[in-house]
């Protein structure tokens, strides 16, 4: 079975620009998390969710959106994208998102770099 | 704001050596993770704890979570060159479905 799909691999924008990242949780998973992870530091948690809704939202700015469609897959938007939004944005699905008793599985990320 | 600090940040030793990444918080969690995040991948789990002062093993990884929820650690006997990467705890507190990440461990096993 594939595993939690995601892209671009990599992407380079300039500073004031917008980008889409896109993920496909593993087949039969309903929810979908977004993090952040920059350069030495540990993943940040930016959105989840859950049957298209959305469950918990991170200290991210307006900037950050993200939805979630009929098939469970995931777009997260980034606006007039800053120096400091370069970092490897990674998406995590699990089967009903309940944190506590749910193993969560990551993508490979997308490693965006902002100039 | 949560925080979860690891401690060492960056660790290198030779194979066949002894090792613990310590984890801690002033928060309370109700359960903690460990994963493993190696180049080009996302963070793999490699357990959960949910009992104050519980024990996990997982061969040669053995895992502890704090009497108080708030600090847990990992024990690695005999490092091998495959357990080299970036270690990173990451919890859940009570009434928050947000995961929290430590700040990272990156461990080098030298051959």
């Known amino acids: 079975d594939a595993g939690v799909t995601q892209s671009p691999t990599h992407l380079i924008k300039t500073r004031g620009q917008h980008v889409t990242l896109r993920c496909s949780p593993i087949?039969?998973?309903?929810?979908v998390s977004w993090y952040q992870q920059v350069l030495g530091q540990g993943p940040q948690f930016i959105f989840q969710?859950?049957?298209?809704?959305?469950?918990g939202r991170g200290n991210f700015p307006d900037r950050f959106s993200a939805r979630q469609f009929p098939n469970y897959s995931s777009e997260l938007n980034v606006n007039a994208l800053l120096l400091g939004d370069s970092a490897l944005y990674l998406c995590?699905?699990?089967?009903f998102g309940q944190g506590l008793e749910e193993e969560q599985f990551f993508g490979p990320g997308t490693r965006l770099t902002v100039l | 704001t949560q925080l979860l600090e690891q401690s060492p940040q960056f660790l290198s030793i030779q194979e066949g050596e002894n090792l613990t990444v310590y984890c801690n918080s002033s928060s309370v969690f109700s359960s903690l993770q460990w994963y493993r995040q190696e180049p080009g991948e996302g963070p793999v789990l490699l357990v959960t704890v949910v009992t104050g002062g519980e024990v996990k093993k997982l061969k040669r990884l053995t895992f502890q979570f704090g009497d108080a929820r708030k600090d847990s650690s990992l024990h690695i006997t005999a490092a091998q060159t495959g357990d080299t990467g970036l270690y990173l705890c990451?919890?859940?507190?009570?009434?928050?479905?947000?995961?929290?990440f430590g700040t990272g461990t990156r461990l080098t096993i030298i051959p």
């Open positions: 995590a699905s699990s089967l």
């Open positions: 969710y859950y049957e298209k809704e959305e469950r």
């Open positions: 990451a919890g859940y507190s009570f009434g928050n479905e947000k995961l929290t």
């Open positions: 087949s039969g998973h309903k929810s």
